[in-house]
């Protein structure tokens, strides 16, 4: 099941015994793992149990007594590798046995938990929920909440600056907003470049501009991908921001001087939004499609083919790419 579906049952307030969700987006996993929890118990009620805690007999246990002391008996599981499928329909039955309780997997990371996910059916009053990275409109909307949350005085602007500055990550971004929350002052672009720090030496909006404007990339790529980036990842974010680029100058070539709000959701930082716009009106419309073919072939390689050292297959087909698009 994907997020969007799951949403629409959440507000239908329909709930389930056990519940997993997993994908590209850590901080969805975490966020609804919680939020979904706290609709069966308070905090104080919610046992968490992280990683290498992780025992199967004591979850069991767990799921199988009612709790002395609260209506509910809730356990979130975190981890990051797929378990026994044995274990987890016995932890998924021990909740359907005893309606008090309620178990949530939060899986997190690269693993392959889709073999898990066949585990959750609706025959066993379970559902499993794939979290896909959010677009930048939804991201923004969920940023803005925790600042809400926080009471923090913000321009917008600041937070679509924190937002890219992390590279689209929403946990960096969440957890910034903690610390922005001790000042005592509303949090504008200019505090969050004094105050918080991005992720890693080079930042990948530079590249992307650097990338698509034709400019010697090699120094920025190896530092990206040394500094742990996945090579599919990275591919997939020069994807996204070629189809913005193309957005905006489809929008320019038919509509007119090109409004963020309407075309992407919400308001980039100034900056980044007209040094954008000019790079998209910059390039031909044909040249669009013959960079995403190029990308998606690309993309296709690295997940189909037996590719001994990606990260090598990567910087090559990429210097190549901006050597037929310079």
């Known amino acids: 099941m994907y997020k969007n579906e799951f949403d629409n049952l959440l507000r239908q307030n329909k709930k389930f015994s ?19 929890a706290l609709s069966f118990a308070p905090v104080e009620d919610i046992e968490k ?20 002391f609260a209506s509910s008996n809730v356990v979130i599981i975190k981890i990051d590798k797929k378990l026994p499928k044995a274990e987890v329909t016995e932890l ?10 309620t178990v949530i997997f939060a899986c997190m990371g690269d693993s392959d938990f889709k073999a898990m ?7 066993n009053d379970a559902v ?8 930048p409109n939804e991201a923004i909307r969920l940023i803005e909440e925790q600042a809400r949350a926080l009471n923090l005085q913000y321009e917008v602007s600041a937070l679509n600056h924190l937002y890219f500055m992390h590279r689209h990550d929403l946990s960096l971004t ?21 105050q918080c720090f991005g992720f890693g030496a080079v930042s990948l909006e530079d590249f992307l501009h650097k990338l698509l404007s034709g400019e010697n990339i090699d120094l920025d790529l190896v530092a990206l991908l040394d500094e742990g980036m996945n090579e599919i990842y990275l591919i997939t974010q020069i994807t996204a921001f070629i189809q ?27 900056p980044v939004w007209e040094k954008k716009s000019k790079l998209a009106i910059s390039i031909k419309p044909n040249t669009f499609l013959e960079m995403m073919d190029f990308l998606n072939h690309l993309e296709l390689e690295l997940k189909t083919l037996k590719i001994n050292d990606q990260n090598a297959y990567v910087q090559a087909h990429l210097r190549k790419f901006s050597a037929l698009f310079r």
């Open 18 to 36: 056990a519940y997993m969700f997993y994908g590209q987006s850590n901080y969805l996993i975490e966020y609804y793992a919680l939020q979904v």
């Open 49 to 68: 149990i992280y990683y290498d805690e992780y025992n199967f007999k004591y979850c069991k246990d767990k799921l199988l007594q009612s709790s002395l």
């Open 92 to 101: 998924i039955q021990a909740c359907t046995t005893n309606s008090d309780s």
């Open 117 to 123: 996910e066949g585990y959750f059916t609706q025959k």
């Open 128 to 135: 499993a929920v794939r979290m896909f990275q959010p677009f």
């Open 174 to 194: 969440m957890n910034d907003l903690k610390k922005l929350a001790v000042l005592n002052e509303t949090i504008t672009a200019k505090t969050v470049e004094q």
């Open 244 to 270: 913005q680029l193309f957005m905006i100058s489809a929008y320019a070539r038919t509509v007119g001087a090109p409004n963020a709000k309407e075309i992407l959701g919400f308001v980039p930082p100034k």
